[in-house]
Every structure is written in C-alpha cells, then in structure tokens.
C-alpha cells in the first residue's frame, strides 16, 4: 500500500509542476469566462442603426412595421424600378417591395413579397420583416372573417403546469422537469469529458514510460499492478485538483467581467426583453423564475445527487482508467491503439447518445438496463437520478459498477504485468487473450 501511495505521489507532483498544467488551468477559465461574455459583449458592442426601405405599393402597411432603435424603417410610394435605383446607391441594408393587392386577393401576397439586399441579410433582420408582414396580413385576414385580434387572444390559454411530488408520508414539494433534465445532462457529460480526458491521459503516461525504458527500472521495485492503480488514482487527483481551479477561477473571472463591463445602469429593460424575445419566441419567463428555480432546486435531494454524482463519477474513472492503462501498456506508439480504444470508447458515446433519448422516458427498459450495465451506467445512472429512480435499482447499479471496477482492473493487470515490458511485437487481440490466461 505505502509504494501505491509514493507512486500516486509522484504521478500528482510529476503532472501538476509541469507548464502544460499551470497553463491549460489558466488558459481553460480564461476561455471558458470568454466564452460567457461574448454574446453579452457582441450584443453591447451592435449599436449601429440599420436602415430598412419598404416599397408599400398596397398601401396596407404604412405605419404597421414595429419601431426599433436598432432599425429605421422608410417607406416609399414611387415605383418599385425607381426606388430599386436609389437604393443601390443607398446604405440602407434591405429594400422590402410589397406589391399592389386588394383584400379580395391578400392571401397573395404571402408569396409575391420579394426583398432586395447588398448582402445575405441576418435570420434576426429576416425574423423582424417577416414577423410584421404577417401580423398585418393575419389582421386583414381576421376582419375578412368577422373577427379582430383582440378576440383572438381573449380566447389564447397560457397554461403553467406545476408539479407537485408527494412523498410517502403525505408531505409535497415541488418539482421541475427542466431543472431535472439540466441536472442529468450536465452530470452525465462531466463524467464523459472525465473519463475521455484523464483516460487517454493514463494511456499515454504508460506509453511514454514504456517506450522510454523508465518503466525497467520502477518495476524492479514495484507490482505491474501496484504500479497501473497509482498511476491512475495519480492521475484522478490532478484532474479533480484542475476541476475544482477551473470551477473557482472560472466564476471568479466571469464574476469580475461581468462587474467591469457591464453597468446595470447600462441594462435597458426593454432591449432585454426584445432580446429575450428573439430567441424564446413564445417562451414566457415569469417574474419569481430565479426564486422558483431556488425553491425547486432546494426541494430536491441534492446531498445524494452529489454523493452518487462522485460515486459514479470515481467509479466510471477507475473502471475505464484501468482499461485505457492496459491498452497504454499493449502498444508502442499511439498509432497501434486505434484498434483497442474502439471496443472502450463505444459504451461511453452509445450512452451520451443513449442519454438524450432516456430523458424523455426514463422509466423504460433501456434506461434501467443502460443505467444498470457497468459501462453505461455511470453517465446513464446519472441522468436518471434527478428523476428519483427506485432506490434499490441505485444500490443494484453501484455495487454492479464495483463489480466492473475489480472485473476490468483483474483484467487490464494480467495485460498490463506482461505487455509493459513488451517492445516491437504487434498486438492482436489474439494476444491479449493469451497475456490475461498466461499464469
């Protein structure tokens, strides 16, 4: 046990000295922190007024088109061929021509409205203009039938389902399905950017002292085994040691640019709003939403969905780590592990694929078999938890996954012991079979 634990040492200082280290945990928040401020940067940034032309030869839409401080609209009633000529020669970024029509034939113009640019316009642009055609359109249409927009939207229903979950002993709490689906997506693509990232890390530092000879030398002194799991748990601790800098360095950034860049007293409610509406649409968020997401937040079990979340999140890491080692340790350059990483690799992408479909129902039969299988349960398990699985398919899944971890870590030892002091032989699976029977 005391040579794991130097072992585990030396791999924790050995990584976290290197410059690589110290930079790509700077760099990583830097980017992150960049990657957040950027629309809201780029949206404080747009503030040139746009020009639209609108050749109203219906006389239908004068006065309709909604003002923006962002868009200046002008209509003109001069022949579309004289207005097409002044506006080459203009600024202005798009020129709306509205034929002539009566009420009679107005379903018409749904297809006969042309728009002229100097450029591909923006869907933003294109939204704008065709939201307020048809708003007028729908309006004549509406009169046509008798009826005004004021009826229609008397009679529109705005329903906001509040789920409440009762508990055994009558007691209730509120729930979200889209608090709960965030909680699954993110917990369960963690684990996979982890488990993807720290592994193939383990696989080319057992590469890299393989194809050195450094490894001769420690294993006159250590296990092949012993040496595998302390380079592995090694490896685990510098990536939950740059996890935790990313998560604190990238809140920190993000909170100062936040304060230096944008003033609330530069915050325009209106523009917010027209900005939310552009990419909501019809998505309505109400006043109370943070404190609500709070209340629904607290209303969950959010000690065991962080216990079960290092759980599966240590789990699925040692499980593959031990994989990703023995496949280091089969190969001599990085070239030869294509054909071992296909069989490791396809679990992990089948259940973020698999993920996306579980979430809809996950009560099904997949999800109990992916979220009870070893190598899909830690990302599958983990999207199924915000939905209050049965406890005892919890417990059947997480002794199932330390059966795996001792299943793949016997396995992966008997191929690590003989295939790291392996050189120039080429690998099949034919030979790894013969590694993990050889005695």
Not at 55 to 62: A, Q, T
Not at 164 to 187: H, P, Q, R, V
Not at 265 to 280: C, K, S
Not at 426 to 431: G, H, L, P, R, S
Request: include cysteine; aromatic fraction near 10%.
């Amino acid at each position: 046990m005391n040579k794991i634990i130097l072992i585990i040492k030396r791999e924790y200082l050995s990584r976290v000295r290197k410059k690589s280290f110290i930079v790509m945990t700077i760099l990583g928040p830097i980017l992150m922190a960049a990657l957040m401020m950027t629309p809201i940067l780029m949206d404080n940034s747009d503030t040139e007024e746009r020009s639209i032309w609108i050749c109203d030869e219906s006389g239908l839409f004068v006065s309709q088109f909604e003002k923006s401080e962002a868009v200046k609209t002008t209509f003109f009633s001069e022949p579309i061929l004289k207005v097409k000529a002044l506006f080459q020669q203009s600024e202005a970024f798009a020129l709306v021509h509205i034929p002539n029509s009566s009420e009679s034939t107005i379903s018409e113009l749904e297809s006969i409205i042309n728009v002229f640019a100097h450029k591909p316009i923006s869907l933003a642009n294109r939204r704008l203009i065709s939201r307020n055609i048809e708003s007028v359109i729908e309006s004549i249409k509406l009169k046509n039938e008798g009826l005004t927009r004021d009826i229609i939207e008397k009679t529109r229903a705005d329903i906001n389902l509040n789920t409440i979950i009762l508990g055994e002993s009558g007691s209730e709490k509120l729930g979200s399905t889209e608090i709960a689906m965030g909680l699954s997506m993110a917990g369960g693509f963690l684990i996979y950017m982890f488990i993807f990232l720290y592994g193939t890390m383990v696989m080319r530092g057992v590469m890299e002292e393989k194809t050195s000879r450094i490894v001769e030398i420690i294993i006159s002194s250590v296990k092949p085994f012993q040496l595998m799991m302390g380079k592995i748990i090694g490896v685990a601790l510098v990536g939950f040691t740059q996890f935790a800098l990313w998560i604190l360095l990238t809140f920190v950034l993000s909170t100062l640019a936040t304060t230096l860049l944008v003033s609330p007293a530069e915050i325009n409610p209106a523009d917010l709003a027209n900005g939310t509406e552009l990419l909501l649409q019809d998505v309505e968020i109400p006043q109370n939403g943070i404190a609500s997401i709070l209340a629904q937040l607290e209303s969950m079990n959010l000690t065991l969905l962080l216990a079960t979340f290092l759980f599966y999140f240590v789990g699925g890491y040692l499980m593959y780590g031990a994989l990703f080692a023995a496949v280091g340790a089969a190969v001599d350059s990085e070239t030869d592990t294509q054909q071992f990483m296909m069989p490791i690799t396809i679990p992990l992408i089948f259940s973020i694929i698999a993920l996306q479909t579980i979430l809809e129902n996950p009560d099904s039969s997949l999800a109990f078999w992916c979220s009870i299988i070893p190598f899909t349960s830690p990302i599958v398990m983990m999207g199924r938890l915000p939905f209050d699985p049965p406890l005892w398919e919890i417990g059947l899944s997480m002794v199932l996954l330390i059966i795996g971890f001792i299943f793949t870590s016997w396995i992966a030892g008997r191929i690590y012991r003989v295939g790291i002091l392996m050189y120039g032989q080429k690998v099949t699976y034919k030979t790894l079979w013969k590694w993990i029977k050889q005695s």
